[in-house]
């Protein structure tokens, strides 16, 4: 027997809040494990993997899954508070990127080592660059009148892009990092492979979800 249309948009929904929950879940244990394993303060370096899976795998994913209609954490809140807990956790991201960059940075100069050399390494400056110009992008959208010559919905449309590239890159940049010798030295087998599991999973969620959020506020808005 067919299924009715609000059938499917039922199980629609729930399995997106089934997904969703699993990218809550998955970003946490993520970096819970990168925490474990590289356990910061025991050396300088330790406090690099930390605070990168910290803002790109856990806080990031938290701060674009506040919009989820389905998965949000913040389902009952206003969208003004919403905004403003993204704001914040967006924050957060640029503070650990930056003290992560500089940390590695400084690593390396004590060690004599050559900077931005590796796939991982470049990759992971073009991904702080990148998340320090779309923070400071979304100013704009907190006051909209300096760009008098873009609408405000046009301007959120192209924040929320630039945003899910900015989280792809910082997905990327995850996977090289559990391609660099520290972490295959430390992690290997079927272990390794859940790990570069992790931000594939949470970015395929999360572009869904992105993609789907808006798609509901154009549809409640008039």
């Known amino acids: 027997m067919a299924l009715t249309i609000e059938t499917e948009s039922r199980i629609y929904r729930s399995l997106r809040a089934v997904s ?3 990218a809550h879940l998955v970003s946490l244990g993520f970096t819970i494990f990168v925490a474990v394993l590289a356990r910061p303060g025991s050396s300088l370096f330790s406090w690099h993997p930390f605070l990168m899976s910290l803002a790109f795998s856990f806080l990031m994913t938290e701060a674009l899954l506040v919009f989820s209609p389905e998965s949000s954490l913040l389902r009952s809140f206003s969208r003004k508070a919403k905004v ?8 957060l991201v640029l503070l ?7 940390i590695i940075s400084y690593n ?3 060690n004599g080592k050559a900077h931005f050399v590796t796939w991982h390494g470049l990759t992971g400056l073009l991904t702080v660059l990148y998340t320090s110009m779309q923070c400071t992008g979304g100013v704009v959208l907190l006051y909209p009148k300096l760009m008098k010559n873009w609408t405000l919905a046009k301007l959120k449309v192209y924040h929320a892009t630039s945003g899910l590239v900015g989280y792809l890159l910082g997905c990327a940049s995850l996977m090289l990092a559990m391609c660099s010798l520290w972490f295959t030295t430390a992690v290997t087998g079927l272990s390794w492979y859940l790990s570069v599991l992790c931000p594939i999973l949470t970015s395929l969620v999360i572009m869904n979800q992105v993609s789907n959020a808006y798609l509901y506020r154009k549809r409640i808005q008039p």
Request: net charge positive; proline share 0%; charged share 10%.
């Open 96 to 102: 650990c990127a930056l003290l992560g960059l500089a």
């Open 20 to 22: 969703g929950i699993t």
């Open 84 to 91: 403003r807990f993204h704001w914040a956790l967006q924050l």
């Open 108 to 110: 390396k100069y004590l």
